[in-house]
């Protein structure tokens, strides 16, 4: 049984630059969750997607945007880049009861480590 | 916003001893959620806890959800050097809002 997965591991870009970080989820989960984790920190939300749209948004700018496929893997897009978006993006998956209320109980991927110069 | 202070940062212990941190808010929580992370991995779910009073064991961690909502507490007994990690505690105000992370306690086991 896979895990989630995340692609690629390490990434460097240039500032004003634009990165696209991929995300498959655990098999049989349904909802995508982004973190950001800087050095020393715990991970920060960014957003989370479900049904392929955006259902919560952490404090985040719009620099920051998403997308999910029908097959539930997603993406993260952050456009422009800033010396400050360097960190550890990790990509969690958890399942959504049929209700629409989702199991906290979050599976996280390997990240990918984002370098800003 | 909403914020979770762990304590302590970090910890040197010998191996064999118990670990205990904790996790208070200055909200309320209905889930706490603890995490493991290992360098260069994403974090890995060790207990999670739904319900005021909840005390849940997994292995030699037990972890508690405070009665007053706003704190959580993880023991580990009997460390060893695999316990080496970070330890995060999270919450969330119900389990469809968003989950928020403590920055974490750093465990180092001395030889």
């Known amino acids: 049984d896979a895990g989630v997965t995340q692609s690629p591991t390490h990434l460097i870009k240039t500032r004003g630059q634009q990165v696209t970080l991929r995300c498959s989820p655990k098999?049989?989960?349904?909802?995508v969750s982004w973190y950001q984790q800087a050095l020393g920190q715990g991970p920060q939300f960014i957003f989370q997607?479900?049904?392929?749209?955006?259902?919560q948004r952490g404090n985040f700018p719009d620099r920051f945007s998403g997308h999910q496929f029908p097959n539930y893997s997603s993406e993260l897009n952050v456009n422009a880049l800033l010396l400050g978006d360097s960190a550890l993006y990790l990509c969690?998956?958890?399942?959504?009861?049929?209700?629409?209320?989702?199991?906290?109980?979050?599976?996280f991927g390997p990240g990918t480590r984002l370098t800003v110069l | 916003g909403q914020q979770l202070n762990q304590s302590p940062q970090s910890m040197f212990i010998q191996e064999g001893e118990d670990v205990s941190m904790n996790c208070t808010s200055s909200?309320?929580?209905?889930?706490w959620l603890w995490y493991k992370q290992d360098p260069g991995e994403g974090p890995v779910l060790l207990i999670a806890l739904y319900k005021a009073g909840e005390l849940t064991s997994n292995g030699r961690l037990t972890a508690q959800f405070g009665i007053t909502r706003k704190d959580s507490f993880l023991n580990i007994s009997a460390s060893i050097p695999s316990d080496v990690g970070i330890y995060f505690c999270?919450?969330?105000?119900?389990?469809?809002?968003?989950?928020?992370f403590g920055k974490g306690t750093r465990l180092h086991i001395l030889p």
């Open positions: 997607y479900y049904e392929e749209e955006e259902r």
């Open positions: 909200s309320i929580f209905n889930t």
């Open positions: 098999s049989g989960h349904d909802t």
């Open positions: 999270a919450g969330a105000r119900s389990r469809d809002d968003k989950i928020i």
């Open positions: 969690a998956s958890s399942s959504t009861w049929t209700s629409g209320i989702s199991y906290n109980e979050q599976f």
